[in-house]
Protein backbone atom coordinates (compact mmCIF):
# COMPACT_ATOMS: atom_id res chain seq x y z
CA UNK A 1 0.00 0.00 0.00
CA UNK A 2 1.19 3.43 -1.14
CA UNK A 3 -0.69 5.14 1.63
CA UNK A 4 -1.58 4.65 4.74
CA UNK A 5 -0.77 7.94 7.08
CA UNK A 6 -2.94 10.72 7.95
CA UNK A 7 -0.14 12.43 6.61
CA UNK A 8 -0.04 10.82 3.23
CA UNK A 9 -2.05 13.09 0.04
CA UNK A 10 -1.96 12.13 -3.41
CA UNK A 11 -2.40 13.79 -6.19
CA UNK A 12 -2.19 12.21 -9.49
CA UNK A 13 -3.16 14.49 -12.48
CA UNK A 14 -3.66 14.22 -16.11
CA UNK A 15 -5.68 15.15 -19.08
CA UNK A 16 -8.42 13.25 -20.55
CA UNK A 17 -9.25 13.71 -24.04
CA UNK A 18 -7.21 15.23 -26.93
CA UNK A 19 -8.38 17.26 -29.94
CA UNK A 20 -11.41 15.33 -30.59
CA UNK A 21 -14.93 18.01 -31.14
CA UNK A 22 -16.63 18.98 -28.22
CA UNK A 23 -19.31 16.63 -28.74
CA UNK A 24 -17.46 13.45 -28.95
CA UNK A 25 -15.02 14.62 -26.39
CA UNK A 26 -18.45 15.02 -23.26
CA UNK A 27 -18.89 11.21 -24.67
CA UNK A 28 -15.25 10.62 -23.97
CA UNK A 29 -14.79 11.94 -21.03
CA UNK A 30 -18.12 10.66 -19.35
CA UNK A 31 -17.62 7.49 -20.21
CA UNK A 32 -13.70 7.67 -18.79
CA UNK A 33 -14.93 9.26 -15.90
CA UNK A 34 -17.56 6.86 -15.18
CA UNK A 35 -14.64 4.11 -15.04
CA UNK A 36 -12.88 5.92 -12.70
CA UNK A 37 -15.44 6.19 -10.31
CA UNK A 38 -16.07 2.61 -10.99
CA UNK A 39 -12.59 1.75 -10.46
CA UNK A 40 -12.33 -0.01 -13.50
CA UNK A 41 -8.63 0.82 -14.68
CA UNK A 42 -8.84 -1.96 -17.31
CA UNK A 43 -11.17 0.22 -19.46
CA UNK A 44 -8.40 3.35 -18.91
CA UNK A 45 -5.97 3.58 -21.80
CA UNK A 46 -3.61 6.50 -23.78
CA UNK A 47 -6.43 7.30 -25.65
CA UNK A 48 -8.94 8.53 -22.65
CA UNK A 49 -6.21 10.13 -20.41
CA UNK A 50 -2.95 10.84 -21.74
CA UNK A 51 -1.31 9.91 -17.84
CA UNK A 52 -3.51 6.85 -18.19
CA UNK A 53 -0.43 4.85 -16.56
CA UNK A 54 -0.28 6.67 -13.12
CA UNK A 55 -3.96 6.81 -12.75
CA UNK A 56 -4.34 3.17 -13.20
CA UNK A 57 -1.78 2.90 -10.82
CA UNK A 58 -3.41 4.70 -8.11
CA UNK A 59 -7.11 3.09 -8.99
CA UNK A 60 -5.62 -0.93 -8.50
CA UNK A 61 -5.09 -0.45 -4.87
CA UNK A 62 -7.90 1.98 -4.27
CA UNK A 63 -9.98 -0.57 -5.40
CA UNK A 64 -8.13 -3.36 -3.90
CA UNK A 65 -8.80 -1.46 -0.43
CA UNK A 66 -12.69 -1.12 -2.00
CA UNK A 67 -12.31 3.33 -2.02
CA UNK A 68 -15.01 5.54 -3.31
CA UNK A 69 -14.28 7.66 -6.04
CA UNK A 70 -16.72 10.23 -6.41
CA UNK A 71 -16.57 12.57 -9.99
CA UNK A 72 -16.51 16.44 -8.85
CA UNK A 73 -16.47 17.73 -12.53
CA UNK A 74 -15.48 17.47 -15.70
CA UNK A 75 -14.83 19.84 -17.98
CA UNK A 76 -12.61 20.75 -21.40
CA UNK A 77 -11.03 23.83 -23.14
CA UNK A 78 -14.06 24.12 -24.90
CA UNK A 79 -16.05 25.34 -22.20
CA UNK A 80 -13.50 27.83 -21.29
CA UNK A 81 -12.17 29.94 -23.74
CA UNK A 82 -11.19 27.91 -26.61
CA UNK A 83 -12.88 26.62 -29.97
CA UNK A 84 -15.32 23.48 -30.07
CA UNK A 85 -13.43 22.10 -33.21
CA UNK A 86 -10.21 20.62 -30.68
CA UNK A 87 -10.74 20.01 -27.49
CA UNK A 88 -8.68 18.70 -23.94
CA UNK A 89 -10.78 17.16 -21.44
CA UNK A 90 -10.43 17.86 -18.25
CA UNK A 91 -11.95 16.32 -14.88
CA UNK A 92 -11.45 16.52 -11.13
CA UNK A 93 -12.68 13.15 -8.70
CA UNK A 94 -11.67 12.68 -4.80
CA UNK A 95 -11.17 9.26 -3.67
CA UNK A 96 -12.62 8.13 0.13
CA UNK A 97 -11.88 5.31 2.37
CA UNK A 98 -15.43 6.56 3.33
CA UNK A 99 -17.88 9.06 2.41
CA UNK A 100 -17.37 11.59 5.42
CA UNK A 101 -18.13 14.50 3.42
CA UNK A 102 -20.98 16.56 3.68
CA UNK A 103 -23.61 18.06 1.12
CA UNK A 104 -21.64 21.08 2.02
CA UNK A 105 -18.53 20.42 1.96
CA UNK A 106 -19.10 18.71 -1.72
CA UNK A 107 -20.49 21.83 -2.94
CA UNK A 108 -17.27 23.69 -1.97
CA UNK A 109 -15.05 20.90 -3.58
CA UNK A 110 -17.42 21.24 -6.48
CA UNK A 111 -17.18 25.29 -6.62
CA UNK A 112 -13.24 24.55 -6.15
CA UNK A 113 -12.83 22.03 -8.87
CA UNK A 114 -14.57 24.17 -11.27
CA UNK A 115 -12.53 27.64 -10.22
CA UNK A 116 -9.70 25.42 -10.31
CA UNK A 117 -9.91 24.20 -13.74
CA UNK A 118 -10.93 27.23 -15.47
CA UNK A 119 -7.90 29.51 -14.03
CA UNK A 120 -5.85 26.80 -15.31
CA UNK A 121 -7.31 26.73 -19.00
CA UNK A 122 -8.04 30.43 -19.20
CA UNK A 123 -4.89 31.84 -18.07
CA UNK A 124 -2.59 28.69 -17.12
CA UNK A 125 -1.94 30.12 -14.01
CA UNK A 126 -2.42 28.05 -10.82
CA UNK A 127 -5.22 28.95 -8.23
CA UNK A 128 -4.05 29.97 -4.44
CA UNK A 129 -6.16 27.66 -2.04
CA UNK A 130 -6.03 28.16 1.49
CA UNK A 131 -6.72 24.33 2.79
CA UNK A 132 -6.99 25.88 6.26
CA UNK A 133 -10.60 27.08 5.17
CA UNK A 134 -11.84 23.93 4.38
CA UNK A 135 -13.55 21.85 7.10
CA UNK A 136 -11.36 19.20 8.73
CA UNK A 137 -13.18 16.21 6.75
CA UNK A 138 -11.71 17.76 3.48
CA UNK A 139 -8.38 18.43 5.20
CA UNK A 140 -7.26 15.26 7.01
CA UNK A 141 -5.47 12.91 4.41
CA UNK A 142 -7.41 9.82 6.47
CA UNK A 143 -10.45 10.85 5.48
CA UNK A 144 -9.83 12.25 2.06
CA UNK A 145 -7.23 11.61 -0.82
CA UNK A 146 -6.95 13.80 -4.40
CA UNK A 147 -7.82 11.66 -7.95
CA UNK A 148 -6.91 12.60 -11.71
Same mark, same amino acid.
Given at each position: ? $?? @????? !?????????? =???? *? $?? %???? /????????????????? %?? *? &? +? &??? !?? +? !?? *?????? %???????????????? @???????? =? @?? =????? %??? &???????????????????????????????????????? /????????
Amino acid at each position: M $VW @GGEET !LIIVSSDLSH =YHTY *A $VA %QKMD /AATSDAIADLALERIGP %QH *A &C +G &CMP !LR +G !LL *APARDE %QMHISVLATINSGDTA @GSHERVVG =Y @GA =YTLTE %QAH &CTAHDKAGLLELAWRTLKTGVASGNKLAVNADSFPAALTS /ARHLRHAA
